[in-house]
């Protein structure tokens, strides 16, 4: 490029040192200038688009998330493209049919409103269906307790009636189905107020057919609309032969009263046999929405019709009585508003939900009733129905004189054609129902607790197994004056102790072997107190206090004890200043079932045991959590614990088939009491006293047992780490060991080996299980004798080889010793098997 005479050229090479000069380089920059200009002007607005787009999607995604109601956007090839949090609660990030269908109650006219929708939603069409859901819980759930087991099936889990509907939402895209709208809504409170008033008319209509005096009802023109069974009988026609028909065309020489006006007098009916009867007739008119119809009631003089007779202003009276009557037997709470909220009437069972008398209850303001946190929503519901924007709205709220009680509010309007006169208030008690829900989620909360913890002590112990025993196979090569050894004995104890730690999971769990036996809890208690003020130390007093009759217990005596000691260790804890730990023994027969928040006690006969501290409480709003695993409140304290110790005792108790709760009082001390079904030794079986740990200790030492042998092992283990260290300690015993790493593999070394003494398989592998494994090989081979190894307990690694008692069992983890051992005691019960 270069500068000539103050004109700018373009020089391009050409060969040479020779250079070609261009005067069309203004040119072409200013067309490449242009081009640019150009492509800005293209983009700049199709980005301010989009980002006006981006806005407006913002905006729609706030507003759905404030919508009370499940609300959830499903694109066109159904993925999820955001749900607001009730959404997410309902559906999760899946499509609504897929849940709906796995939630909905299985009856005819759900599973048409189910296919309604699912129809809309392939033709792309708005659609609104009322569908019974079951609650998020499963359908089958087995409840242990002291009468057994039973099972809860779909029928006994009471549904929510859910308000569905889809709409379809314009798509940008001419010709192609854009995004659907799925809400809902629940209306589990509004059916239950219809369910109730519609029995409530059944129940009335039921009643006035059958009652001793004849009604009927007729238009403005004399045809009657409405007849009860009693006035049919004495025409000698049926109720549906007279709707229809003329009144006039009933009588006898008279006419019929003027239809259009209030009439009482006498008139002469003549029935289908030709027999005429008088009887009084009081008529009433009302007003059905702009059209008058008349209420007329028939009553029969002689004694042998069985007629009764009506006082004088009876006929004034009568539309009052029968509201009064459905008024005050209303089963659920009823009060009339006026405009201001004040109530001016009420029934029997407000009273009663309100713990106050009617004297107490009439012109106060409803609002002064409801507890703070729902006086806001009342007054907006009033307000609604007031101005006719509502025809009624409802909610749950708590009521001040009852604050654990829950109620269903429901508020409508009342009144003639011509407006709204005043509010009526429906109160639904639904504490039960709230209990129930409480109950079930409890049961959910602690159920899946317990399968999360068994699945971390399964994974964990195959982990502690391989470390257990590789400890082991060093120290055979490193004696106890070798430098290396006292390492190898620390990383063994340390494993030791954390598998007492996967123990203790499994105790949460209810996972956890136990060997219950009758117990003596007076005897145990006492064999314990030396232990406890040991662990207790001086400045904590030890109280004991033992009922009479106290009676026996069935427990595993070493979970008992551990039970005992983690109170107790706890308690200290507590009381960092010293104090004072109390436990008493009693019994106690309970009548009727006990309730104490989610759990529920059922009526027998129980031996109590209460553990009581004198040091600082449980704050209330942790007395919900402290059964959970690795909850604590000691934290910030030098030698923290696991948060184990409660949760192992919770899962000790509830698997022993007894109960536990809490009462704490900040400053003032806790108590643990413990509910234990009360036994009686029968069939000669004698108390057992508690096994103490210091018994196990105090045995004089035996010779280190020969654990060597001979004979063909088959090792089947999926856990690479586990199988190596089990196959080399056995070859180092003397037995021969086959290898496999699934069920698949084993039979395969099966089929090429004629001769194998043993079979130890896991239990849980991918693919074919270590049960099914052991089937099949016991088909095959009958006299083959299996050991089954497993990180779970023996009740479950049985739990589907219950018609096989036979086969032995070792858990994990287990030692170098223990494999040996297990195995030359099985091996050497039989003989080789071909």
């Known amino acids: 490029m270069a500068f000539e005479d103050d004109t700018l050229s373009y020089a391009i090479s050409a060969g040479d040192n020779a250079w070609l000069a261009s005067d069309d380089a203004v040119a072409i ?36 998330d404030a919508e009370p109601g499940a609300r959830l956007l499903l694109s066109a090839d159904g993925q999820v493209l955001h749900a607001n949090t009730a959404g997410r609660l309902l559906w999760g ?31 792309g069409v708005a659609e609104r269906v009322e569908l019974p859901l079951l609650p998020l819980l499963p359908v089958v759930q087995t409840l242990h307790g002291a009468g057994g087991e039973q099972a809860l099936h779909e029928e006994q889990i009471a549904s929510e009636w859910w308000a569905i509907s889809l709409r379809p939402l314009p798509s940008t895209d001419q010709g192609q189905r854009g995004t659907t709208l799925w809400q809902a809504e629940d209306v589990t409170a509004r059916r239950a107020i219809e369910d109730i008033l519609v029995r409530e008319r059944e129940d009335l209509a039921e009643f006035l057919y059958f009652i001793p005096a004849g009604l009927y009802s007729v238009d403005a023109d004399g045809t009657l609309l409405m007849v009860n069974q009693r006035f049919a009988e004495w025409l000698g026609h049926s109720q549906d032969d007279l709707l229809g028909h003329r009144l006039e065309h009933f009588l006898d020489r ?44 028939v009553v029969r003089p002689d004694a042998d019709s069985n007629g009764i007779s009506l006082p004088d202003g009876f006929a004034d009276g009568l539309p009052d009585r029968r509201f009064r009557w459905l008024f005050e037997g209303a089963p659920v709470g009823l009060c ?95 504490t039960a129902q709230r209990n129930l829900e409480a109950q079930f989620a409890q049961a959910q909360k602690m159920q899946a607790m317990g399968q999360l913890a068994g699945g971390v002590a399964h994974d964990f112990n195959n982990l502690l197994t391989a470390m257990i025993g590789f400890c082991d196979l060093l120290l055979q090569r490193h004696g106890a004056g070798d430098p290396s050894f006292a390492d190898i004995m620390q990383i063994k104890q340390n494993s030791n102790r954390a598998a007492n730690l996967v123990r203790q999971l499994l105790a949460f769990s209810r996972k956890q072997p136990l060997k219950p ?26 109280h004991m206090t033992h009922g009479r009759d106290v009676g026996l217990i069935r427990v595993d005596p070493g979970q008992f004890d551990q039970v005992i000691i983690n109170l107790a260790v706890n308690a200290r804890d507590a009381m960092p200043g010293g104090g004072r730990l109390s436990i008493r023994t009693g019994s106690e027969e309970l009548k009727e079932t006990l309730a104490r928040g989610a759990e529920h006690v059922p009526p027998g006969s129980y031996t109590v045991v209460s553990v009581s501290d004198t040091g600082t409480g449980i704050p209330r709003e942790n007395l919900g959590r402290i059964f959970e695993p690795f ?23 509830r698997q022993t088939g007894g109960f536990i709760f809490v009462d704490s009082v900040p400053n003032k001390g806790t108590t643990f009491t413990i509910y234990l079904p009360r036994q009686t030794a029968d069939d000669g079986e004698s108390p057992q006293k508690s096994e103490r740990p210091a018994a196990a200790s105090a045995k004089k030492p035996s010779a280190e047992p020969d654990l060597t042998g001979g004979g063909v092992v088959l090792l089947v283990e999926d856990e690479d780490a586990v199988r190596v260290f089990a196959a080399r300690a056995l070859r180092n015993k003397g037995y021969t060991v086959l290898e496999a790493r699934t069920g698949e593999g084993a039979l395969d070394v099966l089929e090429e080996t004629p001769k194998v003494d043993l079979l130890v398989t896991d239990m ?16 095959e081979r009958p006299g083959l004798r299996v050991v089954l190894i497993s990180g779970y307990s023996e009740e479950a690694a049985r739990g589907e080889l219950t018609d096989s008692p036979d086969f032995h069992f070792l858990p994990k983890p287990f030692s170098l010793n223990q494999l040996a051992a297990k195995v030359k005691e099985v091996i050497s019960e039989t003989e080789p098997c071909e």
């Open 93 to 123: 990030d899946h499509a609504p049919l897929a849940i709906l269908s796995q939630r909905v109650v299985s009856d005819d006219a759900a599973l048409a409103a189910l296919e309604r929708l699912r129809l809309a939603a392939e033709a």
């Open 764 to 779: 849980v592998m991918p693919g074919m299980d270590g049960a099914t494994l052991a089937r099949l090989v016991r088909q």
């Open 517 to 542: 036996r009758l117990l003596d809890i007076t005897d145990a208690l006492t064999e314990m107190s030396h232990l406890l003020r040991r662990l207790l130390g001086e400045s904590v007093e030890l």
């Open 631 to 653: 909850f604590s409140t000691k934290t910030g304290q030098v030698g923290a614990g696991t948060g184990l110790g409660l949760s192992t005792v919770y899962g000790i108790i």
């Open 254 to 297: 008279c006419q019929a009263p003027d239809a259009e006006g209030a009439w009482q007098g006498t008139l002469t009916f003549r029935s289908a046999s030709g027999h005429s009867f008088s009887a009084l007739v009081v008529q009433t008119i009302y007003d059905d929405g702009g059209e008058l119809r008349t209420r007329s009631v």
């Open 29 to 64: 920059l200013m067309g490449a200038l242009a081009i640019c200009v150009l492509v800005v002007l293209l983009i700049i607005p199709l980005i301010l688009r989009r980002l006006h787009v981006s806005a407006l999607a913002r905006q729609a995604v706030a507003m759905l």
């Open 336 to 430: 009339l508003l006026d405009f201001d909220g004040l109530i001016t009437d009420c029934n029997p069972a407000f009273e009663r939900m309100c713990g106050l008398r009617r004297d107490g209850l009439l012109d106060q303001p409803l609002s002064h009733l409801i507890a703070a946190d729902d006086r806001h929503d009342l007054e907006v519901l009033m307000q609604r129905v007031s101005l006719g924007e509502a025809a009624g709205a409802h909610r749950e709220v708590r009521l001040v004189h009852s604050p654990d009680a829950a109620a269903a509010l429901w508020v409508g309007p009342m009144g003639s054609g011509n407006g709204v006169d005043a509010l009526v208030a429906y109160f639904i008690d639904t």
